[in-house]
C-alpha cells in the first residue's frame, strides 16, 4: 500500500515512454508529483506511450528527450529531483538476439550513467529496474530473490549487469538505491513483443494464432500491481540496497493464456506454431514463479488484480486500439 504524500516531490521517469513507465508516470502525476520524463530522442519528436496520456495529464509532463549513454543529459536531466524512477532500456528478448552490442551499451552503461548522476546529484533514492528473466528458468520454486542468476539471453545478461550495478553503487558509496524486479507485467499499451497482447490482438483479427512455445509458465502481473510495487519501493523505510520481486506468485502456461482468452473472447482459439517464434533451445526460460512474500513484509505491496480481470481489462483496450497493432507481423 503506498502513503506517500508526493505532492511537492519532484521525481525522474527514464524509459518514460515505454509501457510500464506510461502508466508510473500517469499515476505519479495524478498523485501530485512533478515528472520529468526521460524519453530516448528521435527526429519525429515522439514521446512513445505518454502520447496515450489524457492531454491535461501528459501537459503537466516535463519531457525531456536524449540518450541513456550520455552521461551530461542524464545529469542535467536529474538536477534537483528527489527521485529517480530507472525504467530505462532496451527490453526485447529476440532484439537481442540479433543487436547484444546495443543492448548491453544501453542497459548497462545507461544504468551506470544514472547511478553516476544520482551520486553525484545526492538524489533521495533510485528505484532500479530489473526484470524476472534475471533468474533464468527456474532451479526451484517459487523463486525468491536469492535464487542463483543466469544470463539466457543478451537482453537477461545486460539486465544483470546493470543490477550487479545498481549493488556496488549502494555498497560501495552508500548510493540508496532500490531494486524491483517484475514478472511479466501486461496490460493497457503494452506492445505485441510480448505474449498477450499478441494473443488478444491476433484472436481480435485472424482465424487462427501464430505464437512460439506453448509449454513456458509465467507470472503475470497487471500494471496497476507493478506501479503501486514501484511508489512502494520508493516510500518504504530502511530497504536501500534491496532487491524485490513484484510478482503475484501465481503462473499459467502460454497455451492456457490462449483458453482464457478464448473463454472472454467466446470462442475457440486454434494455434499454429511458428519456429521463428522460439528461441533457441538453451536460451528459452521455462518457468518463472515468483516469491513475493519479502515484498509484502517489507514494502507492504500487495497484487490486487487477478489474472482473468486483467485480461478482461486488456482485451478491451486492444480491441478499442487496433491500429496500433500489427497482428500478421512477428514484432520483434
Known amino acids: 500500500m503506498t502513503t506517500m504524500d508526493w505532492s511537492g516531490k519532484t521525481v525522474l521517469v527514464t524509459g518514460a515512454g515505454g509501457f510500464i513507465a506510461s502508466h508510473l508516470v500517469e499515476t505519479l502525476v495524478r498523485q501530485g508529483a512533478s515528472v520529468r520524463a526521460f524519453v530516448r530522442y528521435n527526429s519525429r519528436n515522439d514521446p512513445g506511450l505518454l502520447a496515450q496520456l489524457e492531454p491535461q495529464t501528459l501537459a503537466a509532463v516535463e519531457i525531456i528527450a536524449g540518450d541513456l549513454r550520455d552521461l551530461p543529459a542524464l545529469q542535467q536531466a536529474a538536477k534537483g529531483v528527489d527521485f529517480i524512477f530507472h525504467l530505462g532500456a532496451l527490453i526485447a528478448i529476440p532484439y537481442s538476439y540479433l543487436h547484444p552490442a546495443e543492448v548491453v551499451e544501453t542497459n548497462v552503461l545507461g544504468t551506470l550513467n544514472v547511478l553516476l548522476a544520482a551520486r553525484e546529484l545526492g538524489t533521495a533514492r533510485v528505484i532500479h529496474t530489473s526484470t524476472s528473466e534475471v533468474y533464468g528458468t527456474a532451479l526451484r520454486v517459487p523463486i525468491d530473490e536469492s ?173 478499442r486500439n487496433l491500429h496500433l497493432y500489427r497482428p500478421y507481423e512477428y514484432q520483434r
Not at 545478461?157 to 560501495?172: M, N, R, T, V
Not at 509465467?218 to 512502494?232: E, M, Q
Request: net charge neutral; glycine share 10%.
Open 147 to 319: 535464487h542463483p542468476l543466469q544470463g539466457q539471453s543478451p537482453y537477461s545478461a545486460s539486465k544483470i549487469g546493470a543490477d550487479k550495478l545498481a549493488e556496488s553503487f549502494h555498497c560501495s558509496y552508500g548510493l540508496p538505491v532500490v531494486t524491483v524486479r517484475p514478472f511479466n507485467t501486461y496490460g493497457p499499451r503494452q506492445s505485441a513483443r510480448a505474449v498477450i497482447p499478441t494473443i488478444i490482438s491476433q484472436a481480435l483479427t485472424r482465424g487462427e494464432l501464430h505464437l512460439g512455445n506453448l509449454e513456458t509458465r509465467r507470472d503475470f502481473t497487471f500494471v496497476s500491481d507493478t506501479v503501486s510495487g514501484f511508489l512502494c519501493a520508493a516510500e518504504a523505510n530502511g530497504v536501500e540496497g534491496q532487491t524485490f520481486n513484484l510478482g503475484t506468485g501465481s503462473e499459467v502456461t502460454v497455451g492456457e493464456l490462449v483458453l482464457m482468452v478464448g473463454r472472454i473472447l467466446g470462442r475457440e482459439l486454434p494455434v499454429v506454431q511458428e519456429n521463428a517464434r522460439l528461441r533457441p533451445e538453451k536460451s528459452e526460460v521455462m518457468r518463472l514463479l515468483s516469491d513475493n512474500r519479502k515484498a509484502k513484509a517489507q514494502l507492504g505491496w500487495q497484487p490486487a488484480v487477478d489474472l482473468e480481470e486483467g485480461l478482461t481489462q486488456t482485451v478491451e483496450w486492444i480491441r
